[in-house]
């Protein structure tokens, strides 16, 4: 067999590493997001800016909102179809505060019946809606004046509901035959009510996690007076409920939604606000996730004018999703490395579907004080690569090695060569 000379593995080799480089090269240098969106109801009720969204198995979307139609307000759903949006009206009322699928895929919905004396009953009470698959089976859960208020479905798919009612933090279950109630906390304050945040979700075995400010104060370390969130964590466990309030980069300013992990760990977001003297005062958007014995906390996006939080989902590698805005709607995800933040079409309530592609809602003012539009927006990923540039270091590096690596052997070679 004819040994290569010298010369010639040095090139081979050489072409090797070309070769390589040019291969990481032309790796698309980031994925941009070609949204989509959609007008799903005219006649959106934009007094009660409630719309949840969620994804089925088959990653079509459905959506519980409020809609105002000859003066009265209903609450309605709606469900993607392949080429259209099918729509329901589910009963008069206002606040649809949560929507879920159970695992036959059939809606249930939390919302608020507003008080109507000529039609009777009580004053705002929280009802909760099911899909039986020919009816809306409609339900009083004889919680009266309840805001915020937020469903989950257990294991079983019975509904639970946190809430805030009668200066408490409270929780709901339906036994079978009756909801049974409980006082979580007692230690928020009636004249933060108003601003108070709440979010809920079910962990592993049913396990109940509650995210809520308790109280607010005012942070006087800074040369300005910050009014700041105190936030809280309410579990259930051992038979009661244990209350941890949470130690977050102060002075925190407000409290997005919580979701819960496939390993049954918690996961929220929260702002940090940013001593300012003059308007428009800006915050730092934080994502909170919990390990299983810390909480591990990332700075998303820093000083910017946060006129809503945003929403948070998580996809199916757990990897977190948020919709926000600044003003202008923004859109984060995590990559696995870094966060990689686009601009969308607008924010709003999000959810991330099992391919890793997002759906939005949210009500787009018309110019009427009551009436806007239901809108809905979702994104796939284009590809697109940069124009080739001189490599970066870690490529270098490899580039180098390689190079030394071919002259290394093209000597040994050659001296092994002459020596015969």
Not at 67 to 93: D, H, I
Not at 166 to 174: E, G, S
Not at 376 to 398: D, G, H, K, N, R
Request: charged share 10%; glycine share 6%.
């Amino acid at each position: 067999m004819k040994k290569k000379s010298p010369l010639s593995a040095f090139l081979s080799m050489l072409l090797l590493s070309m070769l390589l480089v040019t291969f990481c090269l032309a790796v698309p240098a980031y994925a941009a997001l070609s949204w989509s969106v959609q007008t799903v109801d005219e006649n959106g009720a934009s007094l009660y800016s409630h719309c949840p969204i969620v994804v089925d198995q088959n990653n079509t979307p459905h959506i519980a909102y409020n809609a105002l139609v000859n003066g009265t307000y209903f609450v309605k759903y709606a469900r993607w179809n392949g080429s259209g949006w099918n729509t329901q009206t589910v009963a008069v009322g206002t606040d649809a505060y949560s929507l879920l699928l159970d695992v036959n895929g059939n809606p249930h919905i939390l919302y608020q019946y507003l008080h109507v004396p000529h039609l009777g009953g009580p004053l705002n009470e929280l009802m909760y809606a099911s899909w039986t698959g020919r009816k809306w089976d409609i339900q009083y859960t004889g919680i009266i004046e309840a805001n915020p208020a937020t469903l989950a479905l257990d294991s079983l798919g019975n509904p639970h509901i946190a809430y805030v009612g009668d200066d408490a933090v409270k929780y709901a279950r339906w036994t079978g035959t009756s909801w049974a109630i409980e006082t979580v906390d007692t230690t928020i304050e009636l004249q933060e009510i108003s601003k108070l945040r709440l979010s809920f979700a079910l962990g592993l075995n049913n396990k109940p996690y509650i995210l809520y400010t308790a109280s607010s104060y005012a942070d006087y370390s800074q040369a300005v007076s910050i009014r700041a969130i105190n936030v809280t964590l309410a579990t259930y466990q051992n038979f009661s409920w244990k209350i941890q309030p949470l130690s977050l980069p102060p002075p925190t300013g407000d409290l997005g939604n919580l979701v819960v992990a496939s390993k049954g760990f918690p996961h929220f977001l929260c702002t940090q606000r940013v001593p300012s003297e003059n308007p428009p005062y800006l915050q730092n958007v934080l994502y909170a996730s919990w390990n299983g014995s810390a909480w591990n906390l990332q700075t998303v996006v820093s000083n910017v004018y946060l006129p809503s939080i945003g929403f948070l989902a998580l996809d199916s590698h757990d990897y977190p999703h948020i919709s926000y805005s600044t003003g202008e709607p923004m859109y984060a995800s995590w990559t696995g490395t870094a966060w990689d933040i686009q601009t969308a079409d607008f924010a709003g309530y999000l959810v991330v579907d099992a391919n890793g592609n997002p759906h939005i809602t949210n009500y787009v003012e018309t110019g009427s004080r009551f009436v806007s539009h239901l809108m809905y927006a979702t994104a796939t990923e284009t590809a697109q690569t940069t124009s080739p540039t001189f490599p970066a270091l870690p490529l270098l590096l490899v580039f180098t090695v390689v190079i030394i690596g071919a002259v290394v052997i093209a000597v040994y070679v050659w001296r092994k060569k002459t020596k015969h």
